[in-house]
């Protein structure tokens, strides 16, 4: 089912739900296709619809818990040592870890944008002082343009468009 933004909702509760439509998106994005299809390179730079999945993963801990002093727990990446790291897969990781990591980041995302109210502030990775407004924002705007790309991606392998199941 698709999520609405609700047209009276509060501020938080309406940014909130303007995010898991755009993550449930990426999720439907990658639904159907083999592991082959989901890690295949399509473009250049060797962007992929798993890639993107792990990558908004680490976007996710790292904007609502790290920005917070939260604890993010284990990454599948080391940015530090290779700052393409969150968007490449591996060998040796599965459809199903990358998936398992996305699940983790946002349900780890969701409890600190709970606990947290809109004008908290956290120093963010570049060491600007942000409020959970400003990254729930940031977050939607960065998953949003993720799924567009995961759009263009999925119309390339199979010619899947559209944000969600129609059927």
Known sequence: MVKIVPF???????????????????????????????????????TNLLGLVKHLGGAELGWFRETFGLETGPLPFDIDADESSDMRIEPHESTADVLAF?????AAADEAIDQLELDSLGTSWSGRTVSLRWV????????????????????????????????
């Open 136 to 167: 729930l924002i940031h977050m939607a705007t960065e998953t949003a343009r993720h799924a567009g790309h995961m759009d263009i991606l999925r119309e390339l392998t199979d010619g899947a468009t559209g944000d969600h199941d129609r059927s």
């Open 102 to 106: 996305y699940a983790r980041a946002r």
């Open 8 to 46: 009276t909702g509060s501020e938080k509760e309406s940014l909130h739900t303007a995010l898991d439509r755009h993550r449930d998106v990426v999720l439907w994005k990658v639904q159907g296709l083999d592991d082959e299809q989901l890690r295949r390179p399509m473009t250049p730079s060797g």
